[in-house]
Each structure stands twice: as structure tokens, then as C-alpha cells.
């Protein structure tokens, strides 16, 4: 078992920034894909960053150039880095893994229980 635990979340003006961070703990070894999902109120869940084992990163067309994904402490820690943030960022953002590769935004087996973004215009 992998339990995450995300936090960072907050209350910005539109171009305003903000960083999450996504502590995992358990069973850690091997978790070949870490992401940040959101979804916002009425809307299905999108997949928004992430990264593989060797570094490899992916993210959503909407945020490239102002999020930005990263990975800590061999990997049980992971961030996201959200600049230049816009009212349709606003959602709860929920960070997730699994010991399978990463495939372009598939259902991963962990997840947390999320941190919300609100950006207001």
C-alpha cells in the first residue's frame, strides 16, 4: 500500500502562483509513474502532469509553460510548481501513483485525497 498525502494548496489572484507538494509513504519502492490529476466542480478528472521513474515528463496541452512537475527525496515527494495561474486552473488537485509506467494520463492505483486551487479573476 501507498498512502499520498498532498498539501499546498490556496486562494490566488489570476497570475499568481502556488506550489504543491505530495508526500508518499508504505510501500514506495518501485512507483514507476507519479501525476497530478484535477477536476474542477461539474467536470470530469484530467490528467495535468506527470513523471516516470527515469525522469520522463508528460503534461495537458492547457498547462504546458506554467506548471512544471518534479520529484524529491528519492521520489517520495512530489511537486508542482503553478505559475501564471488562470480561473480555469480552479479545481481540487489530487496527486497519484503507481508502480505500473506512466500511459499518457491512464487511471493510476493510488490516490490522495487532493488540495484545492482557487484562482479568482
Known amino acids: 500500500q501507498v498512502q499520498l498525502v498532498e498539501s499546498g494548496g490556496g486562494s490566488v489572484e489570476t497570475g499568481g502562483s502556488l506550489r504543491l507538494s505530495c508526500v508518499a509513504s508504505?510501500?514506495?519502492?518501485?512507483?514507476?509513474?507519479m501525476g497530478w490529476f484535477r477536476q474542477a466542480p461539474g467536470k470530469e478528472r484530467e490528467g495535468v502532469a506527470e513523471i516516470d521513474s527515469y525522469g520522463s515528463k508528460n503534461y495537458a496541452d492547457s498547462v504546458k509553460g506554467r506548471l512544471t512537475t518534479s520529484k524529491a527525496n528519492a521520489g517520495n515527494t512530489l511537486y508542482l510548481q503553478m505559475n501564471n495561474l488562470k480561473p480555469k486552473d480552479t479545481a481540487m488537485y489530487y496527486c497519484?501513483?503507481?508502480?505500473?509506467?506512466?500511459?499518457?494520463?491512464?487511471?493510476?492505483?493510488?490516490w490522495g485525497r487532493g488540495t484545492q486551487v482557487t484562482v479568482s479573476s
Open positions: 497519484a501513483s503507481d508502480h505500473k509506467y506512466c500511459e499518457g494520463f491512464a487511471d493510476l492505483h493510488y
Open positions: 508504505g510501500y514506495t519502492y518501485s512507483q514507476h509513474c
